[in-house]
């Protein structure tokens, strides 16, 4: 039991990996500086996933699920407030 919730802090470190991808194609809606924002989080996703793999793993698995929230709060917002289109 215990090694799968270590195996779920991993699982949640390789799954951060897709939501940067979303972060980096974000360009194609969102302005520069909205694009170097939303890489400088997923860069603290990363450092506290990496940080927390042995401690909280089952925190690391949430991660990617709170980034993709986080992503698609900004870009809706974006939209809503400050007009960005593709």
């Known amino acids: 039991m215990k090694s799968l919730v ?3 802090g991993w699982v949640g470190i390789v799954l951060l990996f897709p939501v940067l ?3 980096a194609v974000s360009g194609l809606v969102a302005p520069v500086w909205a694009v ?7 860069l603290v ?3 506290c996933a990496v ?3 042995r401690r909280r793993p089952l925190v690391v698995l949430a991660l990617p699920f709170v980034g ?3 992503w698609l ?3 809706s917002l ?4 400050l007009g960005w289109t593709a």
């Open 21 to 23: 991808y979303l972060y």
């Open 68 to 70: 993709v929230a986080f």
């Open 6 to 8: 270590r195996l779920a």
């Open 36 to 42: 170097v924002v939303l890489l400088a989080c997923w």
């Open 45 to 47: 996703l990363g450092l």
């Open 73 to 75: 709060a900004v870009v």
């Open 51 to 53: 940080r927390w793999v």
């Open 78 to 81: 974006g939209e809503i407030l």
